[in-house]
């Protein structure tokens, strides 16, 4: 089958590897439809590492897909041939302590795909994973709407995650207008539709989809205090802010605008191997810091969500390539050219 590896920094080719296995009793064979370009998978092309892991090459990249169901293993009850299912990039083993205690996405053996060291990515033609990684989404839906379930599910996950009080008028910024922090504001609107949400971004065409996707404000660091402005906008601070772009200064824009008693939900993922907070201010306005590991346990709120809204969650697609495309997909991506938001490539 043909697959597009990573051959070096920002270099990549598309080579012929082997097919994968046949599937075993609980997998399932999976003809892949649709990927959708990641921060992460930008991470290891222009870098290759994230923090500690560090890629070999040469290696392929890829997550967040949606594949059609080619072959079923003879104990696979969840999915049927011909369906068109979301797939969950992680595989837990289930029976570890963090398995057992409902924490799959922190399973003490889990291989992700297009991790390295782990699993090689989706970029590729054939994938075999387990039935339990595969959701089916409703008749009609389309494969590119199905490859933004995964970072959606990160979105509601924070959003989980950050423990709002239902029925209560919450104010809440999310700084980074990419599609991890438009998924977060679709899971914010769908859990609290009375939160009143402020978006920052350094890139004004994000801002305008921020405001399309029902950001109450938007503001561009590079324009000016976003901080000052915000809080002349809702003086008493917000009850969270989910940081969504893995950058120092907005960590510090943060903690600076949390209401004491406040969360700071770390999304994103730093290129840097250690991030700095003012434990001064950490301390006296007593706030909470949660990292948010991927998603757990909301694959299946995220195809929900996704069919409910599909318009709003599909704008977040703006850029759209063909498989044989993917090296110019990825450049475009890590580049922020033509006001990018969600690159797709369609097999």
Not at 111 to 130: D, H, I, S, T, Y
Not at 240 to 265: H, I, N, R, T
Request: glycine share 10%.
């Amino acid at each position: 089958m043909k697959s597009f590896l990573l051959t070096g920094i920002r270099s990549m080719a598309c080579r012929e590897v082997p097919d994968p296995p046949p599937p075993g009793p609980h997998e399932v064979l999976l003809r892949l439809a649709a990927v959708g370009v990641c921060g992460s998978d930008v991470h290891y092309y222009t870098t290759g590492r994230i923090g500690s892991q560090v890629v070999a090459y040469p290696f392929a990249v890829g997550h967040e897909c949606a594949a059609i169901v080619e072959r079923v293993g003879s104990a696979a009850r969840r999915v049927r041939t011909g369906q068109l299912v979301a797939v969950e990039p992680a595989v837990s083993c289930g029976v570890c302590d963090q398995c057992r205690a409902g924490r799959r996405h922190t399973c003490r053996t889990l291989r992700f795909l297009g991790c390295p060291g782990q699993m090689p990515g989706c970029l590729c033609e054939w994938l075999v994973m387990p039935e339990e990684c595969c959701f089916p989404v409703p008749d009609g839906m389309s494969a590119e709407l199905a490859t933004l379930v995964e970072p959606l599910s990160i979105g509601l996950y924070a959003v989980q995650l950050a423990a709002l009080k239902p029925g209560q008028p919450h104010v809440a910024a999310i700084l980074g207008c990419g599609p991890i922090g438009l998924s977060v504001l679709h899971g914010l609107r769908a859990a609290h539709p009375d939160a009143r949400v402020y978006m920052t971004d350094k890139l004004d065409g994000r801002l305008d989809h921020a405001r399309r996707a029902g950001a109450a404000w938007t503001g561009n660091p590079e324009g000016g205090d976003v901080v000052a402005a915000m809080s002349n906008v809702k003086p008493m601070a917000f009850d969270v802010v989910f940081e969504c772009c893995g950058q120092q200064d907005a960590m510090d824009q943060g903690v600076k605008l949390l209401k004491p008693g406040g969360s700071l939900m770390l999304v994103g993922i730093p290129q840097t191997d250690r991030v700095s907070f003012s434990i001064d201010l950490m301390r006296r306005k007593e706030l909470r810091l949660q990292n948010v590991r991927r998603q757990n346990e909301c694959m299946q709120h995220a195809v929900d969500l996704a069919a409910a809204r599909p318009s709003e969650i599909g704008a977040m697609v703006t850029h759209r390539y063909g498989f044989a495309e993917t090296s110019a997909a990825f450049d475009l991506v890590a580049d922020y050219e033509d006001n990018v938001v969600k690159a797709v490539i369609a097999f």
